[in-house]
């Protein structure tokens, strides 16, 4: 399993942008399914974005489409999060995982499956 750092999280103001990187350490299989989740306190960890590593088809949970964008650096083995129009709704701990799944929608926010980083804090105030 490869093993995941993130960074990039941080205070924001409403309306404004972040960009979480997440590095990781060791082959990332061209079937891997690279995703951020993020867990607000009282929350179900929910899947925000997912990327296939291969053909870098992409996946958005509906409340961050149009804001949110992922992408990958197959050369520096990193996934990107590019978050912008930032929301209150959108603080949380945001994790990096890798999975291998058929359905980028059907990543599992169970962190026992695949590969997860540490989690970063996001926290935008309004």
């Known amino acids: 399993q490869v093993q995941l750092v993130e960074s990039g999280g941080g205070l924001v103001q409403a309306g404004g942008s972040l960009r979480l990187s997440c590095a990781a350490s060791g082959r990332v299989f061209s079937g891997t399914v690279m995703g951020w989740f993020r867990q607000a306190p009282g929350k179900e960890r929910e899947l925000v974005a997912g990327?296939?590593?291969?053909?870098?088809?992409?996946y958005y949970v509906d409340s961050v489409k149009g804001r949110f964008t992922i992408s990958r650096d197959n050369a520096k083995n990193s996934v990107y999060l590019q978050m912008n129009s930032l929301k209150s709704e959108d603080t949380a701990v945001y994790y990096c995982a890798a999975q291998n799944v058929v359905t980028i929608a059907t990543m599992r926010p169970d962190r026992t499956f695949g590969s997860w980083g540490q989690g970063t804090q996001v926290t935008v105030s309004s």
């Open positions: 990327i296939r590593w291969s053909s870098g088809n992409t």
